[in-house]
């Protein structure tokens, strides 16, 4: 379980299996630019992800680059679930979002 205000944060985050739990107060998930030699990417191919957001300018996955959910199960309540500024692909896995489930990235 991780209780914070950016959850996990990097410029590449990839989870490929396990329980994870956040509650996060900014940010669930974050791929920001820390490195010129990578390009920021969220990268989902397994495991069940819980994400709680805290109220206001909030996002459950925020990538200044792309998001990719290759599998698993990625579950957001918030108001905000998806940021992102490059490209968005739901491939395989489950996204729910707001307890809805949806087969686009928002």
Request: charged share 20%; proline share 2%.
């Amino acid at each position: 379980d991780i209780t914070a205000a950016e959850g996990l944060e990097g410029t590449v985050v990839t989870v490929n299996d396990g329980d994870i739990y956040i509650a996060a107060s900014d940010d669930g998930i974050n791929a920001a630019q820390k490195s010129d030699e990578y390009s920021p990417l969220v990268e989902i191919n397994g495991g069940n992800i819980t994400i709680d957001m805290g109220a206001g300018d909030t996002d459950g996955i925020d990538s200044n680059g792309d998001i990719t959910i290759n599998g698993g199960t990625v579950s957001i309540s918030g108001m905000s679930a998806v940021d992102y500024d490059g490209t968005a692909q739901l491939n395989g896995g489950t996204l729910i979002v707001n307890g809805e489930e949806t087969d686009t990235i928002p």
